[in-house]
């Protein structure tokens, strides 16, 4: 997949951009706005990945632009600015996700991926989504591993959608907080792991591969051992 760095800051850029290609993406940037906005509206990339303060064109006015350009690639503001205010404004401005500085790598690595999968089509609402011998039917709401019906809540649902959604891939507890919950923020309790343990005792049965885990350091993935 190839990346569009815009970010003025050449430390962040040469750090995203060492991780991103050990990681084996072709990775572009941009230092300013402005070459960012003709390197966007040029190329075809996966994901780009937008400093909100930039020299030259912000990142709010690069937002509008790519929308009314009709460039449809996914958008991960990548800010220190962390008000609700600021990620309303940027999800306004046509932006697909927000992460906040200084952030993680491993979460960072993840956004991207999902990005680049939910632009490819790799899930619709209408569609079934199928894993590992897991299936889910997003019509019906029903889940099943290798013809065995599985009951969940909604909540457990979504939990394990978004883990699927991101197969193979770590998601951290403020990923799935902020995607299955809708917040941006840790409540501080522990609801994650609950439904992480209630979702276990349902799709891994006695006899069945693991395919619930735990990633130390990081948070949960959906994946064979």
Known sequence: MNVLIIE?????????????????????SALSGDEGLRKAAAGDFSVIILDLMLSGMDGFTILRELKAKGIKTPVLVASARQSVQDKVSC??????????????????????????????????????????????????????RNGREISLKPKEFALLKYLMENAGNAVTRAMIMEHVWGYNFDPGTKV????????????????EDKLIQTVRGTGYAFRRV
Do not use: W
Request: include cysteine.
């Open 192 to 207: 994650i792991d609950v439904y992480i343990c209630q979702l276990r005792e349902k799709v891994d049965m006695e006899g």
């Open 8 to 28: 003025d800051d050449p430390e962040i850029v040469a750090v995203v951009r060492n991780g991103l290609e050990e990681a084996g993406f072709c990775v572009e």
């Open 91 to 144: 999800l306004d401005a046509g932006c697909d996700d927000y992460i906040t500085k200084p952030f993680s790598f491993p979460e960072l690595l993840a956004r991207i991926r999902a990005l680049a999968r939910r632009a490819a089509g790799h899930v619709a609402d209408n569609q079934v989504l199928s894993s590992e011998g897991v299936r889910l039917d997003m019509l019906k709401r029903e889940a099943e």
